[in-house]
Nanobody
Framework: QVQLVESGGGLAQPGGSLRLSCTAS????????IAWFRQAPGKEREGVSR????????YYADSVKGRFTISRDNAKNTVYLQMNSLKPEDTGVYYC?????????????????WGQGTQVTVSS
C-alpha cells in the first residue's frame, strides 16, 4: 500500500522560510505527478504547486509564484517544496498528493494518493 508522508512544517515568521518534504513508502514517486495543496481554516483546499513525472515541468499558483519552488529527488524518493518570503496568508495544512493521469495545474480531483498533511503557521 502506497503512503505519502509530509514533513517540515512548523512555525515561521513573516519573511521566513520553510522546506516541506514528501516521501513515499510502497511505491516510487518518479511514476507520479506530485502536487502540493494547502487548506486554511474555513477555506477550500487550494492547489499550490505541481511537478510532472515526465520532464519536471512545474506549475505554481499565482499566490506563491516567485516565492515557492517545487523540486524532486528521485534517488531519495522525495519531493520538496521550498517556501521563501512566507506571508501570514500562507498559513494552513499542506498536503502532498500523487497522480498518474494529471492534465495540468493542481486540480485535487486528478490526484489519487494523499498524505496526512503538515501544519504551516506564519506568524510573528
Amino acid at each position: 500500500q502506497v503512503q505519502l508522508v509530509e514533513s517540515g512544517g512548523g512555525l515561521a515568521q513573516p519573511g521566513g522560510s520553510l522546506r516541506l518534504s514528501c516521501t513515499a513508502s510502497g511505491s516510487t514517486l518518479e511514476y507520479y505527478d506530485i502536487a502540493w495543496f494547502r487548506q486554511a481554516p474555513g477555506k477550500e483546499r487550494e492547489g499550490v504547486s505541481r511537478i510532472s513525472k515526465s520532464d519536471g515541468t512545474t506549475y505554481y499558483a499565482d499566490s506563491v509564484k516567485g516565492r515557492f519552488t517545487i523540486s524532486r529527488d528521485n534517488a531519495k524518493n522525495t519531493v520538496y517544496l521550498q517556501m521563501n518570503s512566507l506571508k501570514p496568508e500562507d498559513t494552513g495544512v499542506y498536503y502532498c498528493a500523487a497522480g498518474i493521469l494529471v492534465l495540468g495545474g493542481a486540480v485535487a480531483s486528478e490526484y489519487d494518493l494523499w498524505g496526512q498533511g503538515t501544519q504551516v503557521t506564519v506568524s510573528s
